[in-house]
């Protein structure tokens, strides 16, 4: 049976995800420079925002492959009553296609950066713009819910 709210660790995980994905979105324009750098000279300046893009990729990674069990162990509360079925599909494709994105850059992130693949490093720039469209579906969905709908989903999440 499905529970009837996430728990406390979830909730925390997801924001805790938002957080870091936002920092590496802010961060975006001085890892491009150091990555463009190391394609020109073969080295990267910018040492310590580099590492803190690393790191929180690294963290994403562990973060949501937490989220990943948790989700198998505990279950995530199923769509409200009178939800149709078309928009409870839509909401789980959006949100299998969020952890597979978040999955896919730390992968191409890392295969361009530890591995100079420069095929992973422009996989990883389109999957980019790819999670900021599905963020935005996201928080709009998460919004319309609230404003629109009134229907208390997004309190699911606080």
């Given at each position: ?139 709009g ?7 629109v709908?009134?229907?208390g ?6």
């Amino acid at each position: 049976m499905p529970p009837a709210a996430y728990s406390r660790t979830q909730i925390r995980l997801h924001w805790a995800v938002f957080v870091l994905i936002a920092l590496q979105f802010i961060f975006h324009e001085g890892i491009a420079e150091a990555w463009e750098q190391i394609e020109e000279t073969g080295a990267a300046a910018g040492g310590l925002l580099v590492l803190g893009h690393v790191a929180g990729g690294i963290a994403i990674l562990a973060l949501v492959v937490w989220r990943l069990v948790l989700r198998a162990r505990h279950g995530v509360p199923p769509p409200l009553p009178g939800t149709p079925a078309a928009t409870a599909r839509l909401a789980a494709l959006a949100h299998g296609g969020l952890y597979a994105l978040m999955l896919a850059m730390v992968a191409t992130g890392a295969l361009a950066w530890f591995g100079g693949i420069g095929v992973a490093a422009e996989a990883h720039e389109v999957l980019r713009i790819a999670l900021i469209a599905l963020i935005a579906l996201h928080v709009g969905a998460a919004l319309w819910h609230h404003f629109v709908r009134r229907d208390g989903v997004l309190a699911r999440m606080r």
